[in-house]
T-cell receptor, first 114, second 112 residues
């Protein structure tokens, strides 16, 4: 059984470029989350989808960050006009939904902005 | 911002010893979860304890929750070298939907 898959695993971009990070959740999982993890820190919440609806985007740092999940399955996190402070690991997680379901994480995309 | 504080930040023990780490949080919660993260990998769910539970066991793991003190502890008994990882507590806050708020983690090194 496949887990959560994220691509690419590593992304290097020059400051000012746009990047797109992909997440394939576990089949049947209605909830999908994006987190940002700085080196040596715990993950910080970015945004949450239930099926295709983005129910919470309170953690997105700026309007340069945009996430979508148009068909309620695959999700893409897009960062426009990247800046050095965007360098981090971006983690995607999915769950069956509800408050008592564990979240299943992918291995993340390590983004480095030069 | 991160809700929780974890203590200690780092822990080094010999194989076979027990490892204990603590987590404090700030708001009312639905549940508290513990995750493990190996270097360069995603987080793996270990155990979930509901707000109305005080203690829970899973294999070599024992979790306690004290909602009056807004704190939790994770005990790993008879540690193994393979337990070397970072451990994070995460809270599912009552007013925050289903998102998790993580602590800063405890880095555990188990020496063979």
């Amino acid at each position: 059984g496949a887990g959560v898959s994220q691509s690419p695993r590593y992304k290097v971009a020059k400051r000012g470029q746009d990047v797109a990070l992909r997440c394939d959740p576990i089949s049947g999982h209605v909830s999908l989350f994006w987190y940002q993890q700085a080196l040596g820190q715990g993950p910080e919440f970015l945004t949450y989808f239930q099926n295709e609806a983005q129910l919470d985007k309170s953690g997105l740092p700026s309007d340069r960050f945009f996430a979508e999940r148009p068909e309620g399955s695959v999700s893409t996190l897009k960062i426009q006009r990247t800046q050095q402070e965007d360098s981090a690991v971006y983690l995607c997680a999915s769950s069956l939904g509800g408050s008592y379901q564990p979240q299943h994480f992918g291995d993340g995309t390590r983004l480095s902005i030069l | 911002s991160q809700q929780g504080e974890e203590d200690p930040q780092a822990l080094s023990i010999q194989e076979g010893e027990n490892a204990t780490m603590n987590c404090s949080y700030k708001t009312s919660i639905n549940n508290l979860q513990w995750y493990r993260q190996n270097s360069g990998r995603g987080l793996v769910h270990l155990i979930l304890i509901r707000s109305n539970e005080r203690e829970k066991h899973s294999g070599r793991l024992r979790v306690t929750l004290d909602t009056s003190k807004k704190s939790s502890s994770l005990l790993i008994t008879a540690s193994r070298a393979a337990d070397t990882a970072s451990y994070f507590c995460a809270t599912d806050a009552k007013a925050a939907g289903n998102k998790l708020t993580f602590g800063g983690g405890t880095r555990v090194l188990v020496k063979p």
